[in-house]
T-cell receptor
Framework: KAGVTQTPRYLIKTRGQQVTLSCSPISGHRSVSWYQQTPGQGLQFLFEYFSETQRNKGNFPGRFSGRQFSNSRSEMNVSTLELGDSALYLC?????????????FGPGTRLTVL | EDQVTQSPEALRLQEGESSSLNCSYTVSGLRGLFWYRQDPGKGPEFLFTLYSAGEEKEKERLKATLTKKESFLHITAPKPEDSATYLCAVRTNRDDKIIFGKGTRLHILP
């Protein structure tokens, strides 16, 4: 069974630009969560989608948004990029049926903002 | 406020030297506690899920245990390939969010 895939793997942008990251979950998984990982803050929860609806949201500004499609694939968008947005963005998928579902992570997208 | 704290931040062991990593949590209600391993430049790799106090799970040289306040990841006779960052996370009853600890960087010397 294929794992979680994320594209692109690496991205370089400049301040003020916007970026869209993509995540394809494990086949059969209906929940997709997004995380930001930085050396100082560790892994921080961005949002979770289940059946095309945002089910949960972390404490990030409105510049961070996401969506999920009917095939469970998800995209995350960051507008008006800031230097502090440089991070590893991780996507995780789970079956989504219950709050105790185990999440399986993709390899991440390394975003560098110059 | 819900919190997850991992200790130590970093740990260096000789090959074969057993030890334990700690994950203490303060949450309004625990739905599940998760352990992951993360290698540099990669996404976290799932290890264990624990749901209730007293539960234990094992996989090769790793054993995870859970109490009402903390979880331990015991590593027995580690090998250099066990070197990685080990992350602990909890899903809370209050808002169903997942909170990660900052991790323990484990380095096993040959």
């Amino acid at each position: 069974k294929a794992g979680v895939t994320q594209t692109p793997r690496y991205l370089i942008k400049t301040r003020g630009q916007q970026v869209t990251l993509s995540c394809s979950p494990i086949s059969g998984h209906r929940s997709v969560s997004w995380y930001q990982q930085t050396p100082g803050q560790g892994l921080q929860f961005l949002f979770e989608y289940f059946s095309e609806t945002q089910r949960n949201k972390g404490n990030f500004p409105g510049r961070f948004s996401g969506r999920q499609f009917s095939n469970s694939r998800s995209e995350m968008n960051v507008s008006t990029l800031e230097l502090g947005d440089s991070a590893l963005y991780l996507c995780a998928s789970s079956l989504g049926g219950a709050g105790t579902d185990t999440q399986y992570f993709g390899p991440g997208t390394r975003l560098t903002v110059l | 406020e819900d919190q997850v704290t991992q200790s130590p931040e970093a740990l260096r062991l000789q090959e074969g030297e057993s030890s334990s990593l700690n994950c203490s949590y303060t949450v309004s209600g625990l739905r599940g506690l998760f352990w992951y391993r993360q290698d540099p430049g990669k996404g976290p790799e799932f290890l264990f899920t624990l749901y209730s106090a007293g539960e234990e799970k094992e996989k090769e040289r790793l054993k995870a245990t859970l109490t009402k306040k903390e979880s331990f990841l015991h590593i027995t006779a580690p090998k250099p390939e066990d070197s990685a960052t080990y992350l602990c996370a909890v899903r809370t009853n209050r808002d169903d969010k997942i909170i990660f600890g900052k991790g323990t960087r484990l380095h096993i010397l040959p």
